[in-house]
């Protein structure tokens, strides 16, 4: 690596357990197949090394083959690009039940703004896998060792993302603000375009000219597991850990109002809510991270049960009104403001709206990613 050159974070994804009960999709276990995953890259390098983990797992993985290439759509590569990824020389890697691995650099130049086709072979059982359940990206399951075809004959399409934690690309030394997008659904881009790139954390990469890395889990909570583990749990691995992170955007909450009854206990109050938040910015500040605040959007209408009551309504003030008043937060993303309609404050605006209620279509996305001033992030 040249000395005017740095590993810089080019994708991170947040993973889950297949045993996850609020995951939302079926627990899932492989055997003697390739996948071919696709993962969109912010920014481009000279290199670039990946990530994969088995955090969840409770069996070792093995990984017969891995290789990247530059997709050119519906999961075909483009062959020239097509290039072996080793681990310490060589082709293959066991990864040991609750550990990850990160890939011998590669000499593969992705571009900025473009989409990279990972191909995983697992010749053996998988167990249980660790994944991401909504990638919002449509991948490719094959039998046997498909690796290093161009196209994916008689693939199955998968929406999870399994195993990939993150890609890392090589690049100028000179250094640059690295956001940490963390979150729930929202953050996820739940009710986004599939295969679009159209997340908020994309919108605003995009608006900064600066990689946002979206730290999402679709049904995460802020105070208690389900859809991953909660949110005060995750945080120091899936944000504080980032290298080189400057910002963090902290978007939790409407699910511990919204998915309260689905375990049985009752909803948390507004103090709960707010004092967790507290305790995440004043861990980020003293990991030397700016901690942004994000306030939860409205929920009148929502077609899933337990979001919107007048309880909930009145938890999700309170919370508003603490995220924008308090000091705690350097910064403050108003989603609430930014999608709200304006004639009725507890509801969407319709043009924001992806019709479930709870989600921001493309536009409701766009519309977050304006709603904070791009003054915040300068170093």
Known sequence: MNSDQRWSVGHRAALVSSYDTLAFVPARRFHDETFRQIIHLHRG????????????????LVVGELRVAAHTGGGSIAVPTDTVVTFGGAKFVTIPAGESVVTDPVNFAPEDDSELAVSLYMPGSTGLATFHPFALQTGYVTSGNTAAEKQTPNADEIGSLFWIAGVDVLGPGA???VVVAFGDSLTDGTGTTSGANRRYPDHLSR????????LGISGNR???????EAGLTRFQRDALDVPGVSHVIIELGTNDIGLATMDGRPRPE??????????LARRARAAGVVPIGATLPPTEGAVYEGFHTAQGDRVRDEVNAWIRGTAE??????????LRDPSRPTRYDPGLDSGDHLHPNDAGAAAMAQAISAAVFAR
């Not at 608006?207 to 979206?214: A, H, I, K, Q, S």
């Open 45 to 60: 390098g000279s290199g670039l090394r990946l990530h994969l983990s088995n955090r969840f797992g409770e069996e070792p």
């Open 175 to 177: 250094h640059t603000p």
């Open 207 to 214: 608006r900064l000219g600066v990689p946002v890395l979206n």
């Open 222 to 228: 802020l105070l208690r597991d389900g859809a991953g």
């Open 270 to 279: 507004a103090r709960e809510i707010v004092d967790g938040l507290y305790a």
């Open 329 to 338: 937060f350097a910064a403050v993303l108003d989603i609430d403001a930014a």
